[in-house]
């Protein structure tokens, strides 16, 4: 399973994303700090490191969390394609910020001021877009392993969990948080699924990343999504996928 043709065309937003993950998640691990970017109850309410909340957004605090979280930033890039690079840019803001708000809640109502009680990096946007993938994108080959019934779907679903767990308890709520997010931008909370930002957005993130690193040529005719099925599924496909997420 992909997500539509290879590279980042038509998606300068998710792009440019990942390549501020990567180098931010890269500059605090070689510095050793990446297992410190992790959020606590001190560090918001009695230290008041607010700079943490910018880059517990970003950065991650493994390499294996780098690995299964860039890969599903990438596969999710197919959302942005979908809906154009304005309105993810929406996608993103509202889940990153729903998600890092309720995460302070959580902190707030914890209150356990001896550890980094939630993990770093963009949990919220990573599991927020699981919402649409799970009601949006369609299964386009299923198959059997050992007697277990599997999907396409199923490898996106696999390097979810192996992130959701990946520091237990730490990456876990985040996670749901973000999971949360998504809900609620799926329920058009406020109209939010309407919103879009300004053309300019798009283009500034263009500029922003690198020019040739994972550009494509336009998919052939005969490619969508999901795979390569038949032209009419695959329009029948992104079409839902569009009305679905833009409603």
Same mark, same amino acid.
């Given at each position: 399973?992909?997500?539509?043709?290879?590279?980042?065309?038509?998606?300068?937003?998710? %792009?440019?994303?990942?390549?501020?993950?990567?180098?931010?998640? /890269?500059?605090?691990?070689?510095? $050793?700090?990446?297992?410190?970017? $992790?959020?606590?109850?001190?560090?918001?309410?009695?230290?008041? +490191?607010? &700079?943490?909340?910018?880059?517990?957004?970003?950065?991650?605090?493994?390499?294996?969390?780098?690995?299964? =979280?860039?890969?599903?930033?990438?596969?999710?890039?197919?959302?942005? #394609?979908?809906?154009?690079?304005? %309105?993810? *840019? @929406?996608?993103?803001?509202?889940?990153?910020?729903?998600?890092?708000?309720?995460?302070?809640?959580?902190?707030?109502?914890?209150?356990?001021?001896? @550890?980094?009680?939630?993990?770093?990096?963009?949990?919220?946007?990573?599991?927020?877009?699981?919402?649409?993938?799970?009601?949006?994108?369609?299964?386009?080959?299923?198959? +059997?392993?050992?007697?277990?019934?599997?999907?396409?779907?199923?490898?996106?679903?696999?390097? =979810?969990?192996?992130?959701?767990?990946?520091? &237990? %308890?730490?990456?876990?709520?985040?996670?749901?948080?973000?999971?949360?997010? =998504? *809900?609620?931008? #799926?329920?058009?909370?406020? $109209?939010? +699924?309407?919103? %879009?930002?300004?053309?300019? /957005? @798009?283009?500034?993130?263009?500029?922003?990343?690198?020019?040739?690193?994972?550009? *494509?040529?336009?998919?052939?005719?005969? +490619?969508?999504?999901?795979?390569?099925?038949?032209?009419?599924? =695959?329009? #029948?496909?992104?079409? *839902?996928?569009?009305?679905?997420?833009?409603?």
């Amino acid at each position: 399973m992909n997500g539509g043709p290879s590279g980042f065309h038509n998606a300068p937003v998710t %792009k440019a994303f990942v390549i501020t993950s990567a180098l931010f998640t /890269v500059f605090f691990g070689i510095r $050793g700090r990446s297992s410190k970017l $992790g959020l606590s109850y001190q560090d918001i309410f009695e230290k008041f +490191r607010i &700079w943490k909340l910018i880059m517990s957004t970003f950065a991650f605090s493994s390499t294996p969390e780098l690995m299964f =979280g860039l890969y599903l930033l990438y596969y999710f890039r197919v959302f942005e #394609r979908q809906i154009g690079s304005n %309105k993810y *840019s @929406a996608f993103i803001f509202f889940s990153g910020t729903v998600s890092l708000l309720l995460e302070v809640i959580l902190l707030s109502l914890l209150k356990d001021t001896t @550890a980094n009680l939630l993990t770093s990096g963009p949990y919220g946007l990573i599991f927020a877009s699981f919402i649409p993938f799970y009601l949006d994108i369609p299964v386009s080959t299923r198959f +059997r392993v050992f007697g277990v019934n599997f999907s396409d779907k199923s490898f996106i679903y696999l390097a =979810g969990v192996q992130l959701l767990l990946s520091s &237990w %308890k730490r990456s876990i709520f985040p996670g749901i948080c973000g999971i949360i997010a =998504g *809900s609620l931008y #799926r329920l058009n909370i406020l $109209g939010i +699924r309407k919103a %879009k930002f300004p053309e300019f /957005v @798009a283009s500034f993130f263009s500029r922003l990343s690198l020019p040739s690193f994972g550009n *494509s040529p336009p998919p052939a005719p005969s +490619r969508n999504i999901v795979g390569t099925i038949s032209p009419n599924t =695959g329009r #029948r496909a992104e079409a *839902s996928l569009f009305l679905s997420f833009s409603q």
